[in-house]
C-alpha cells in the first residue's frame, strides 16, 4: 500500500529535550516536505526537500532541522523544543515537485511542557 | 504574509444543500489550485485540483469555479452529504519556493 508513515503518532516532552520525528514514503517520490498545523492557521510549512541531500527552509524553520540521506527517509530534528513548538505536524510527499498532489502522513501530535 | 484568505471559516450545511468555501489570493503567479480534504485524526488528502487555463471542473459532487481576473477560486459541494464533514483547505501552489501555500481551512459540519 502506497503511504506515509510518521513516528511517533503522539509525542509528550519537556522543554530542550532533543527529539526526532521519522517520516517514510514507500512511493518513489523525490519531493518530501514537513508542515505544523496550527487552529487558525492552516498548514505552514517548515523544510522541504526537492530530492536527496537537497533541503531547504519553508516559512516557519526556526527550531527544526531535517535531513534528506534517504529518498524514502525525511526526519525533523528539534534540538530544544520549547512550548511554542507544540503542535501537530504533517509530512508529506509528491512526485516531483509539490504541484503534484502530496500525499500527507498520519500526523504527529506534540506537546512541549 | 497574508497570501491566501479561505472563507468562510465554519460552515453548517443541512444534507441535500450546496456547500460554497471561497478562496481568494493575490499572487499572480500561482498556476495550479487545489482543494484538500481533512477528516479528524487524518492528514490532509487532495479532493479536486484545477490548472488556470480553465475556469471550471467538476468531479462527481464537487466542482472548482476560477476566476482568474478576481483572483479567487471556489469549492462548490452538491447534494452536501453527512460524510463530506471535514475540514476543507485551498492550497495554491506557484513553481518558485516549490510549496502550496495553504489557506486557514473550513470546517464544514452537513447535517442530517
Known amino acids: 500500500e502506497a503511504q506515509v508513515t510518521q513516528n511517533p503518532r503522539y509525542l509528550i516532552t519537556v522543554t530542550g529535550k532533543k527529539l526526532t520525528v521519522t517520516c517514510s514514503q514507500n512511493?518513489?517520490?523525490?519531493?518530501m516536505s514537513w508542515y505544523r498545523q496550527d487552529p487558525g492557521l492552516g498548514l505552514r510549512q517548515i523544510y522541504y526537500s526537492m530530492n536527496v541531500e537537497v533541503t531547504d527552509k519553508g516559512d516557519v524553520p526556526e527550531g527544526y532541522k531535517v535531513s534528506r540521506k534517504e529518498k524514502r527517509n525525511f526526519p525533523l530534528i528539534l534540538e530544544s523544543p520549547s512550548p511554542n513548538q507544540t503542535s501537530l505536524y504533517f509530512c508529506?510527499?509528491?512526485?516531483?515537485?509539490?504541484?503534484?498532489?502530496?500525499?500527507f502522513g498520519p500526523g504527529t501530535r506534540l506537546t512541549v511542557t | 504574509q497574508q497570501q491566501v484568505k479561505q472563507s468562510p471559516q465554519s460552515l453548517i450545511v443541512q444534507k441535500g444543500g450546496i456547500s460554497i468555501i471561497n478562496c481568494a489570493y493575490e499572487n499572480t503567479a500561482f498556476d495550479y489550485f487545489p482543494w484538500y480534504q481533512q477528516f479528524p485524526g487524518k492528514g490532509p488528502a487532495l479532493l479536486i485540483a484545477i490548472r488556470p487555463d480553465v475556469s471550471e471542473k467538476k468531479e462527481g459532487r464537487f466542482t472548482i469555479s476560477f476566476n482568474k481576473s478576481a483572483k479567487q477560486f471556489s469549492l462548490h459541494i452538491m447534494d452536501s452529504q453527512p460524510g463530506d464533514s471535514a475540514t476543507y483547505f485551498c492550497?495554491?501552489?506557484?513553481?518558485?519556493?516549490?510549496?502550496?501555500?495553504f489557506g486557514q481551512g473550513t470546517e464544514l459540519s452537513v447535517k442530517p
Open positions: 508529506a510527499s509528491s512526485r516531483g515537485l509539490a504541484g503534484n498532489e502530496q500525499y
Open positions: 492550497a495554491p501552489y506557484y513553481n518558485q519556493g516549490g510549496k502550496l501555500i
Open positions: 512511493m518513489n517520490h523525490e519531493y
